[in-house]
């Protein structure tokens, strides 16, 4: 890592104080994409494309590349994933295939800890707000987009989860090297996440399934 735990800390502080009271609106945001999620609404892929995209272009442009040259690169993928779930949310959503309870309960509990256990639990491990990661930032809203698509989504293609899979890979090396303990759960909703959403695939591998009927 070419930066220090301090400085991460020091990035997200500055972050998280530079965007008051926006704050607020992404939680906001956020709540009103789960809650959708429930009843498959298809726009909450463009609220999901908001976030990955205020990601991107916010904290990894104006932010985390203050001590990351590769700020950059992230905050494309960011935008890139973002663009994707536009093109997610013009696709008609699978009603006939509603996830079952157990997946809607898997995804609930990545909701809420990307929301407000990884937050806090943060002062644990020594990262107290404001100078702490927060819903909005990278780790905790990858947590919660796995979260929202499996309430969702019984099956979603794997072009739209291949930078949140890759995502939580990469978060996960920068927990072990700078004692981010509250990152541990991003490999679990990025493995289990994409293993489930991904479960019994369409034969034809298109991008949208036959039976997708608008809503």
Not at 105 to 133: D, K
């Amino acid at each position: 890592m070419p930066f220090s735990a301090e400085q991460l800390m020091g990035v997200f502080k500055s972050y998280n104080e530079g965007i008051f009271p926006f704050n607020y609106i992404i939680y906001l945001i956020g709540i009103v994409a789960f809650s959708g999620a429930f009843y498959q609404k298809r726009w909450i892929n463009y609220l999901l494309a908001f976030l990955w995209v205020w990601i991107g272009a916010v904290f990894q442009f104006m932010y985390f590349s203050a001590i990351s040259m590769v700020a950059a690169a992230f905050g494309i993928f960011f935008i890139v994933q973002g663009v994707l779930f536009v093109f997610l949310a013009r696709r008609p959503m699978p009603v006939s295939e509603a996830p079952p309870i157990w997946r809607k309960a898997i995804g609930t509990l990545f909701v809420i800890y990307g929301m407000g256990i990884y937050e806090a639990i943060g002062p644990l491990f020594g990262h107290t707000y404001p100078a702490a990661p927060d819903f909005g930032v990278t780790c905790p809203t990858t947590i919660y987009t796995f979260g929202v698509l499996l309430v969702a989504y019984r099956r979603v293609h794997w072009v739209y989860l291949i930078i949140p899979l890759a995502i939580s890979f990469l978060g996960m090396t920068a927990a072990l090297k700078l004692g981010m303990t509250e990152d541990y759960a991003l490999p679990v909703a990025g493995i289990l996440g994409f293993i489930l959403l991904m479960g019994g695939r369409q034969r034809s591998g298109s991008l949208v399934r036959p039976d997708y009927v608008k809503v």
